[in-house]
C-alpha cells in the first residue's frame, strides 16, 4: 500500500523568508501524480500544485515550488517570500489510483 | 471557490440517527470522492464513484453507503450514528477518465453526533 510521511508536524517561518516543507511517499507504481493541498483554519481544502511523476521538470506555481527527487521518493514543497495568508496546514498526497494523505504539517507565519 | 458545492454546511444529530450529505461535483466532473477527516484519523478515503458507478472503496463502515445520481451528484448515507463520527466529511471531483489527476474539493460538511 502507498504511503506518504509528512515527518515535520509544524513549521514556523518569518513573514517575506522561504520555508521548505518534507514529504516522503512509498509506491512501486511508476505512473502517479503528487500533490501539495493547503487547509487555512476554514478548513477547504485548496490545491496548491501539482507534479506529474512522469516529469523531470519541477512544478512551479507562483511563490510555490517543489523539489521532486523520484529516486528518492521525496516531494518537497518550497514557499517563497512567505505571506501571513499562507498560514495554513499543507498536506503532502500521493495519486496512483487512489488519493493518499500525509498526515499534514502546520505552517505558521510570523509577522 | 473550487466549483464543488456540499450541502449542509453543518450538522448536529444524536447517536443512533441518520444522516445524508450532499455533494454536486464541478461541471463536466464525472468522477465524485468522499473523505472523512477527523482529528485523529487525518484524512481518509471513503468511495468514489464514476458516472453513476461504485468505482472504488476506501475505509467506509458498513453503516455508511453512497450513491452517485443520473445528474451527478452524490449522497453520501451515514446511518446508526456514533460520537466516533463526528468529523469533516468532504466531496471531491475530478475530470472524467482521469483518476490519477488532481481532485477539487467541497467545502466539506462538519458533522457533529451528539
Known amino acids: 500500500a502507498q504511503t506518504v510521511t509528512q515527518s515535520q508536524p509544524e513549521m514556523s517561518v518569518q513573514e517575506a523568508e522561504t520555508v521548505t516543507l518534507s514529504c516522503t511517499y512509498d509506491t512501486s507504481e511508476s505512473d502517479y501524480y503528487l500533490f501539495w493541498y493547503k487547509q487555512p483554519p476554514s478548513r477547504q481544502m485548496i490545491l496548491v500544485i501539482r507534479?506529474?511523476?512522469?516529469?523531470?521538470q519541477n512544478a512551479t506555481e507562483n511563490r510555490f515550488s517543489v523539489n521532486f527527487q523520484k529516486a528518492a521518493k521525496s516531494f518537497s514543497l518550497k514557499i517563497s517570500d512567505s505571506q501571513l495568508g499562507d498560514a495554513a496546514m499543507y498536506f503532502c498526497?500521493?495519486?496512483?489510483?487512489?488519493?493518499?494523505f500525509g498526515a499534514g504539517t502546520i505552517l505558521r507565519v510570523k509577522s | 471557490d473550487s466549483g464543488v458545492t456540499q450541502t449542509p454546511k453543518h450538522l448536529i444529530t444524536a447517536t443512533g440517527q441518520r444522516v445524508t450529505l450532499r455533494c454536486s461535483p464541478r461541471?463536466?466532473?464525472?468522477?465524485v470522492y468522499w473523505y472523512q477527516q477527523s482529528l485523529d484519523q487525518g484524512l481518509q478515503f471513503l468511495i468514489q464513484y464514476y458516472n453513476g458507478e461504485e468505482r472504488a472503496k476506501g475505509n467506509i463502515l458498513e453503516r455508511f453507503s453512497a450513491q452517485q445520481f443520473p445528474d451527478l451528484h452524490s449522497e453520501l448515507n451515514l446511518s446508526s450514528l456514533e460520537l466516533g463520527d463526528s468529523a469533516l466529511y468532504f466531496c471531491a471531483s475530478s475530470p472524467r477518465l482521469a483518476e490519477l489527476y488532481e481532485q477539487y474539493f467541497g467545502p466539506g460538511t462538519r458533522l457533529t453526533v451528539t
Open positions: 507534479q506529474e511523476a512522469y516529469k523531470q
Open positions: 461541471s463536466g466532473d464525472l468522477s
Open positions: 498526497a500521493y495519486n496512483g489510483n487512489k488519493l493518499v
